[in-house]
């Protein structure tokens, strides 16, 4: 069956994978203002720069090949469908409850750009969500074109103003005042802050600071004042001045530009993991040798995606990428993250890094868990076009672990056949492992006293672990380490 993206809920169409394609069914009566709209200046300039999705209609006949499919049949009559077209497909979908601030930010960005620019060709931004935006690597990209629709000259509203304060503004505000993580506001609220959930977080001085009063505190003491009943706030201001109409709105963007860019999210440099980097336990010859291993790797197999779990900062992340893979990274840490697509839209490398713990990785959501696919649904190759063999080919060429494995084994206590076989299920030829032995200096100090949890586990029971899901092309010893590389080859199936 065809699986649903995140566009359904469009009355004008819906989007959906089919055989690794990612198609969008417009309705006929929507048909001309989305054509008319990717024939604007904005779309064209937008496209051509990669900040929107490519798109194309399909001819007569590939759109008659897919109503004679029986599982898209039920997308066809579900609504009047005049026209199918089909959008390039990113290359891994993520979520805001998966990014770090930084990219919430550059999400935001990017959607009051479109809005500006569609002003100019007579269209409006009739949608300011998050998830109208995916990333390919560090940059964000537009894929809604359908979001786009003919505006009234007169109109001085832009309708999704207080959409984008929900899902934009207020969530950078409490994660930078707060701390509170995205994954804890958009894994529970699909639409965002409401004005009232911050206005709680204020202290009283904190409620009269020239932004929170703006965002949060004004807003939440008119609600109390307007009456549930009050149609006043839905009915149309159109001006005979459409010069003014359009001075107000584009007033209006940029003072939603100085908020945004206010909020913008600064480097963390106290987080657990952050400086990781500068104390890790390594000297220098073993991180050299820990180097040049997976560069050797890396250079040998030519992975062409890239999973680099645990990535840290992503200094490996950055290996990977300079060898041309498409790298997504993850971590724990948001610090750790925020600095990785630092990096990388600095030096222009082909990273995606996301908030994510492998331990408790993002679940599915949405209605019927359909909207927002679980990470181990994209990573592992669940999620094309919702099915999967029984022990499907991951997502990736090539799976990093590094320094990972022994806070799985002790701080998450997975057994360690569980992380070998979920490495297995990642990785459709080439993991890149960090094994760490039990008399290690940081594997002690996790196990705090608890050494005898873990007193069989050494080199051997791990080589003989990943008997049935890899073979092992060649280890390393760390020089003045309890550590050792491993670069493993998955087999053609596993138990």
């Given at each position: 069956m065809?699986?649903?993206a995140p566009s359904f809920r469009d009355p004008a169409g819906c989007c959906c994978f089919f055989n690794q394609r990612v198609l969008r069914f417009v309705t006929a009566s929507?048909?001309?203002?989305?054509?008319?709209?990717?024939?604007?200046?904005?779309?064209?300039?937008?496209?051509?720069?990669?900040r929107i999705v490519s798109t194309r209609r399909l001819n007569e006949n590939e759109t008659a090949a897919l109503r004679e499919s029986p599982e898209l049949q039920p997308v066809f009559d579900a609504q009047s469908i005049g026209a199918v077209f089909e959008h390039e497909r990113i290359p891994f979908p993520?979520?805001?409850?998966?990014?770090?601030?930084?990219?919430?930010?550059?999400?935001?960005?990017?959607?009051?750009?479109l809005a500006q620019a569609a002003l100019a060709d007579g269209f409006g931004l009739k949608d300011a969500n998050p998830r109208n935006v995916l990333f390919r690597g560090s940059e964000p990209v537009f894929i809604d074109a359908l979001s786009f629709e003919r505006r009234n000259p007169g109109d001085p509203i832009w309708k999704p103003h207080a959409q984008f304060v929900r899902t934009f503004l207020l969530p950078l505000l409490?994660?930078?005042r707060w701390g509170l993580p995205l994954a804890e506001i958009f894994m529970t609220r699909r639409d965002g802050l409401e004005p009232e959930d911050v206005y709680r977080l204020c202290g009283p001085l904190e409620k009269i600071k020239p932004r929170t009063l703006s965002l949060v505190s004004i807003p939440t003491w008119l609600s109390r004042r307007a009456g549930p009943d009050d149609q006043k706030i839905y009915q149309p201001h159109l001006l005979a001045n459409t010069e003014k109409a359009?001075?107000?709105?584009?007033s209006l963007f940029k003072r939603l530009e100085r908020t945004l860019d206010s909020l913008k999210p600064v480097a963390q440099k106290n987080s657990v993991w952050s400086d990781y980097m500068a104390t890790h336990s390594y000297d220098d010859p073993a991180f050299a040798a820990k180097e040049k291993f997976v560069s050797e790797a890396l250079r040998e197999f030519k992975p062409a995606r890239v999973l680099d779990a645990g990535a840290n900062t992503g200094h490996f992340s950055a290996l990977a990428a300079q060898t041309g893979a498409e790298v997504v990274a993850v971590d724990l840490d948001a610090a750790c993250v925020g600095a990785i697509w630092s990096r990388a839209r600095e030096k222009n490398l082909n990273i995606l890094p996301l908030v994510v713990n492998l331990a408790r990785p993002s679940p599915a959501l949405g209605w019927r868990n359909g909207e927002c696919p679980s990470f181990l649904d994209r990573a592992t190759g669940l999620h094309r076009d919702g099915a999967a063999s029984s022990a499907p080919a991951g997502a990736f060429d090539g799976v990093l672990m590094l320094a990972l494995i022994h806070h799985l084994l002790v701080t998450e206590r997975i057994p360690l056949e569980d992380i070998l076989r979920l490495c297995y299920e990642?990785?459709?030829?080439?993991?890149?492992?960090?094994?760490?032995?039990?008399?290690?200096?940081?594997?002690?100090?996790?196990t705090r006293g608890r050494e005898h949890l873990h007193a069989a586990l050494d080199m051997k029971m791990f080589e003989q672990a990943c008997t049935p899901y890899f073979e092992i092309v060649r280890s390393l010893a760390l020089p003045g380490t309890q550590r050792r590389m491993y670069c493993l080859k998955r087999k053609g199936d596993g138990n």
């Open positions: 065809p699986q649903s929507a048909i001309p203002e989305f054509e008319d709209f990717l024939q604007t200046n904005c779309a064209r300039q937008f496209i051509a720069r990669k993520s979520y805001p409850h998966e990014w770090p601030p930084e990219m919430l930010w550059a999400a935001g960005r990017l959607t009051l750009e409490a994660s930078r359009q001075f107000i709105l584009e990642l990785s459709n030829w080439l993991l890149v492992m960090e094994f760490i032995d039990p008399k290690d200096e940081m594997f002690r100090r996790l």
